[in-house]
Antibody, heavy 118, light 108 residues
Framework: DVQLVESGGALVQPGGSLRLSCAAS????????MHWVRQAPGKGLVWVSR????????IYADSVKGRFTTSRDNAKNTLYLQMNSLRAEDMAVYYC???????????WGQGTMVTVSS | EIVLTQSPGTLSLSPGERATLSCRAS???????LAWYQQKPGQAPRLLIY???SRATGIPDRFSGSGSGADFTLTISRLEPEDFAVYYC?????????FGQGTKVEIK
């Protein structure tokens, strides 16, 4: 089965750091762009970042630029999101998603919750 | 950044009825990069439509997408009980992806 499984969500204090992981299986991970999308409690979807297939090119939403870093290890079929200088407004469920060949997000993980609170 | 505005915010309908959801962009977008997603409570989003009008794998034909330029529509021809959910449109422009704020389809 094609699958994405996120992990690493936790309670963290404002100003703290956290690294999320997304383990991929059932498809050739190294062939696909990957994305992070977040959803604050009771709110809509917000795109966070994209990384290309070889990991050499990334792009971020303005709200996280300079604080978040997306990377990948194609040998381990794993996507990462390093989050620094966390703020209350970063509190959300974070999803990883596969960027399909038709420019949409065709596979999603189940999400991992990040809580930012003192 | 292109802003997507979805309307209505909430749609109250009965099973068997037709649902028409609108997604309007702040400027023209390429149909190639317009997608629709369904999200149920506690679940991840699911891709329904890509390229404005193509159904994703396994999506029933009661779901259809249309539109071009800055105006796009998702239509559910006859609502089934499992279709009551929140629907989001999404676009890619200038290498940035954005989502609309969502339309909730609820049981009347």
């Amino acid at each position: 089965d094609v699958q994405l499984v996120e992990s690493g969500g936790a309670l963290v204090q404002p100003g703290g750091s956290l690294r999320l992981s997304c383990a991929a299986s059932g498809f050739t991970f190294s062939s696909y762009w990957m994305h992070w999308v977040r959803q604050a409690p009771g709110k809509g979807l917000v795109w966070v970042s994209r990384i290309n297939s070889d990991g050499r090119d990334t792009i971020y939403a303005d709200s996280v630029k300079g604080r978040f870093t997306t990377s990948r290890d194609n040998a381990k079929n794993t996507l990462y999101l390093q989050m620094n200088s966390l703020r209350a407004e970063d509190m959300a469920v974070y999803y990883c998603a596969r960027g399909s060949m038709v420019h949409a997000f065709d596979i999603w993980g189940q999400g991992t919750m990040v809580t930012v609170s003192s | 950044e292109i802003v997507l505005t979805q309307s209505p915010g909430t749609l109250s309908l009965s099973p068997g009825e037709r649902a028409t959801l609108s997604c309007r962009a702040s400027q023209s977008v390429s149909s190639t990069y317009l997608a629709w997603y369904q999200q149920k409570p506690g679940q991840a989003p699911r891709l329904l439509i890509y390229g404005a009008s193509s159904r994703a794998t396994g999506i029933p034909d009661r779901f259809s997408g249309s539109g071009s330029g800055a105006d796009f529509t998702l239509t559910i021809s006859r609502l089934e009980p499992e279709d009551f959910a929140v629907y989001y449109c999404q676009q890619l422009g200038s290498s940035l992806w954005t989502f609309g704020q969502g339309t909730k389809v609820e049981i009347k």
